[in-house]
């Protein structure tokens, strides 16, 4: 096999779409491409979009507009763009006319023909291809790259949920799990290969096996990913709050190595605005929901994600997003202008908020966060934790880092050979982001 080939992946948005990059890493990598970070010794670069939001999309287009340089300095150089950005309903003439640099263009549900697709590309040819729906049902490639410690996998594909504002169900389809056989066989390769942390991904991975018959579950899975021998954690993302079950909750309680770690993104704080957004809860609820999650593990982490400036958002709503944040307590949120999204529903709602507003809100909810976040970190002082090691730290080598099962980021001094397993670390620092501890 001709291996002197170089291909480079950039890969933007969630973890998802980081898996899908991965994805195409392998693919080529099948084909004689060598995985290599240097743009201008590059065969092929492979940019895989995220269009969640328009400030990804503008930067993914800066990339874009950069790629043509490259082009210009090599023209042998093959560029392919892929994913979410492609995917959007009428994107791609508006796209090619953008960057006719481009030698291939393919949507999410092709993902598995980038093989044949990148074939014909070589022969000199420009495609694009976009299905509309996926075909071929859940194939999933798996990784050859030995020795790593934490890897994500896909337990479900695409949402039903189409909350107002969101482009996901729009690029990534409707819904759909995969056998929990094959996940398992994943997991236990992954295992095999070194991989200690997992992290099951779905847009909203309560809902995971809705359509089974015999019933199986979410919490079923966890169950028994539990079991796999030798892997030490097991992570998961996204859970939507209408979908959280109790006996999830009991299952993450009563596990060995499910982390007690629920990111449950709010959205919003308003009930009007949680109406409007479609999202299918109430703040009641959704705090019941948090109650349920203290009363069965009292140390357990909660994150989430926040939308400000949602149209309609009066000052009112948004005070009730902030009063949420003294509420629930979370480690960490994710905040988020809400950005318009061509053919989402949210798009052609009245009273969009004017930027300025938005990004006043942001500031605020940030500044209440951080103060939240920091009593977080300080309340672990003088607590001991379980942290994985995963390597040096990347603001100071000299110390390593890891995270707890809460995944807090900790920070300090040990030995390397510790990598890989578990250490207990007693925590005398909160720093800004992260803790700082001793190994005992
Ligand atoms: N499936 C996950 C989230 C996927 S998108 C869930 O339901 O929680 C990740 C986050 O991006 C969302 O939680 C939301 O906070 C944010 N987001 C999605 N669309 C957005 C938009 N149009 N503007 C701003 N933020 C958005
Ligand atoms: Fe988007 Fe809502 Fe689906 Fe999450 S649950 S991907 S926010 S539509």
Redesign the pocket.
């Known amino acids: 096999m001709e291996n002197n080939k170089k291909v480079v992946t950039l890969a933007y948005g ?1 973890q998802m779409s980081e898996r899908d990059a991965e994805t195409l890493t392998e693919i080529t990598r099948r084909l004689g491409y060598l995985p290599s970070d240097d743009l201008e010794t590059a065969d092929l670069v492979i940019v895989n979009t995220c269009c ?2 328009e400030s990804a999309e503008n930067k993914i287009l800066g990339k874009i507009g950069e790629l043509k340089k490259l082009k210009e300095r090599n023209s042998n150089v093959k560029i392919a763009i892929t994913g979410c950005m492609v995917q959007q309903p009428d994107a791609l003439e508006r796209l090619q006319k953008r960057a006719p640099h481009v030698d291939m263009w393919s949507g999410t549900h092709n993902l598995h023909d980038f093989s044949a697709l990148l074939q014909r590309v070589e022969q000199g040819e420009k495609v694009a291809e976009v299905w509309q729906e996926p075909k071929t049902i859940l194939e999933v490639t798996p990784l050859a790259e030995k020795g790593k410690l934490q890897a994500n996998v896909n337990i479900m594909y695409g ?1 039903n ?1 189409f ?1 107002s ?4 169900p729009h690029v990534r389809g409707r819904e759909r799990s995969r056998k929990p056989e094959e996940i398992l066989q994943e997991i236990e390769t992954l295992v095999n290969n070194g991989c200690r942390e997992v992290t099951l991904l779905g ?2 991975v309560n809902s995971y096996g809705k359509e089974f018959s015999p019933a199986y579950d979410f919490a079923d899975l966890l169950q028994q990913v539990d079991q796999i021998a030798f892997l030490i954690r097991v992570r998961f993302i ?1 859970s ?1 709050p209408k979908d959280l079950s109790d006996k999830l909750i009991e299952t993450v309680a009563n596990g060995e190595k499910l982390c007690e770690h629920f990111h449950l ?1 709010i ?1 919003s704080g308003s009930n009007f605005i949680l109406e409007c957004m479609n999202r299918k809860y109430t703040r009641e609820y959704y705090l019941s929901r948090v109650q349920k999650i203290r009363e069965l593990i009292p140390n357990a982490s909660l994150t989430t ?3 400000v400036g949602f149209p309609g958002e009066s000052e009112k709503d948004f005070e009730q997003t902030l009063a949420m944040m003294n509420q629930a307590h979370y480690s960490q949120a ?1 905040t ?6 061509s053919g ?1 529903l ?1 798009a052609k709602m009245e009273d969009q908020i004017p930027l300025d507003v938005k990004k006043r809100r942001l500031q605020k909810l940030m500044s209440v966060q951080n103060q939240e976040s920091l009593e977080w970190r300080q309340n672990m002082i003088g607590k001991l934790v379980e942290v994985l090691v995963e390597g040096p730290s990347k603001t100071n080598p000299q110390r390593l880092s890891g995270r707890t099962r809460g995944n807090e980021l900790v920070v300090f001094n040990g030995n390397l050979e510790t990598i890989g397993s578990l250490v207990n670390v007693r925590i005398n620092e909160a720093g800004s982001w992260t803790l700082i501890g001793k190994v005992e």
Do not use: E, G
């Not at 504002?165 to 996901?168: F, H, R, S």
């Not at 988020?336 to 999204?341: E, P, Q, V």
């Open positions: 969630c969640v939001r949402c949920n909350c504002y969101c482009i996901v847009q909203n996204t939507h993104p959205q994600d926040i939308i994710f988020f202008m809400y950005s318009k999204r989402t949210a």
